[in-house]
């Protein structure tokens, strides 16, 4: 983990926690659970159903930036899962099915659960108190920034230097398509921040960039899932001993037809974005993206997964006026086109953290089995 990124994913949870009051409103519906068990009160009953739905409800409200894949790692890393979606509401669907009869028993199982929720967010809350009060730092997509980050299980990639090597080569040549799709082809992105527990690296990328980002993964995670039922099938198939002959040739065809969505996908996006007058350039251009697309795609079938984000700047305070002074015109004006641009933003970054959040949707447990770069002729 980066020490300032996990900081500024707790300081998240912390946010998220402190608006939440899930420990706090579960307890209320306890209390009133405990009442409804001396008086039998319907509307004491219908008054803790209320609560415990206002509880999960709360439970269910996540901002977009604990659901990207970092912060997501970083939640599983400090044994918080339970607390999110769908676990919270799972595990309370669970102690009213088997307590729910007794509403004495249900009350203590209940309280048991918000004690438990309880002291995982107090330590929560002292670990976000110890980084801020150690001024520990703070790393976030600056304003008007972008970023593309790659997280990356250790064992899909390898650990000697060599092998990182070739990694961040491949991930280099896919950077450089589309920088040059996007006309810039003399930026080179520079690195944000890189860790080691999986290896996550973020690349700082140009906000007009974050479209085609944006649109190759949703594609890629589009491609996987349409693709699924026949890899589910392969499998099925395979644990009935079917010949190998007959499991190849599913293979052979999802592959295939992997290869062919990529290779239409790096079409698309030189027909959306490209910016190339130069037809031969423009070919070799498209046939580097096909080859870093289907890097990707491999890398993200393999368990990796990918982050996107954008960094808004603050909205703009207008001037305050006393009674008969004129405002400031040319500041409102100003402040107008700023809340234009911070509008573009939130758009262009609200689809990029939906990307990057169906990256975590991809099965891995039925790969599709994308065959190296070069055995496909196409892909040349």
């Known amino acids: 983990m980066h020490l300032g990124r996990f900081h500024h994913v707790v300081d998240h949870l912390e946010r998220h926690f402190s608006a939440a009051k899930l420990a706090e409103i579960l307890d209320a519906a306890v209390s009133v659970l405990e009442q409804y068990s001396q008086s039998r009160t319907e509307s004491l009953m219908a008054e803790f159903r209320n609560k415990l739905a206002q509880a999960l409800d709360s439970s ?57 929720i309880g002291v995982k967010v107090s330590y929560l809350k002292q670990l976000d108190g110890a980084l801020r009060s150690l001024s520990v730092e703070y790393t976030e997509v600056a304003e008007h920034c972008a970023e593309f980050g790659l997280l990356l299980p250790r064992n899909i990639v390898g650990e000697k230097l060599p092998d990182l090597s070739k990694e961040f080569d491949s991930l280099s040549k896919l950077a450089r398509a589309v920088n040059e799709l996007s006309g810039q082809p003399d930026y080179d992105p ?31 995670v589009t491609l996987f899932k349409s693709n699924l039922e ?18 190849k040739a599913i293979s052979d065809e999802v592959d295939k037809k992997v290869s062919g969505g990529l290779k239409s ?54 001037p305050v006026t006393k009674e008969g ?4 015109q040319q500041l409102l004006e100003a402040n107008s086109k700023i809340r234009e641009r911070l509008a573009q933003l939130r758009q262009i970054r609200g689809a990029a953290m939906k990307a990057s959040e169906a990256s975590l949707q991809l099965d891995t447990a039925a790969p599709l089995l994308l065959s190296d770069l070069k055995s496909h002729d196409d892909l040349e």
């Open 190 to 220: 520079q690195v944000v921040t890189i860790s080691s527990s999986w290896w996550q690296i973020f690349l700082d990328i140009p906000i007009d960039q974050v479209a085609i980002w944006t649109l190759a993964i949703e594609r890629i």
């Open 230 to 247: 026949i890899k589910q099938l392969q499998k099925q198939l395979s644990e009935k001993a079917m010949p190998d002959a007959i499991l």
């Open 60 to 116: 269910d409200d996540v901002a977009d930036e604990l659901l990207q894949p970092y912060a997501q790692q970083v939640i599983g890393e400090l044994g918080l899962k339970m607390l999110f979606p769908p676990e919270v509401r799972s595990k309370t669907d669970e102690i009213v099915a088997e307590h729910g009869f007794d509403s004495v028993s249900l009350a203590t199982a209940l309280k048991k659960q918000a004690k438990l």
């Open 325 to 328: 002074e004129e405002p400031n």
């Open 265 to 318: 996908i790096a079409t698309d996006l030189m027909a959306k974005f490209a910016t190339i007058e130069d037809r031969g350039r423009r070919n070799e251009i498209e046939t580097q993206l096909r080859q870093g697309l289907h890097y990707l795609a491999k890398r993200m079938n393999e368990g990796a997964q990918v982050e996107l984000n954008v960094g808004l700047p603050d909205e703009p305070e207008d």
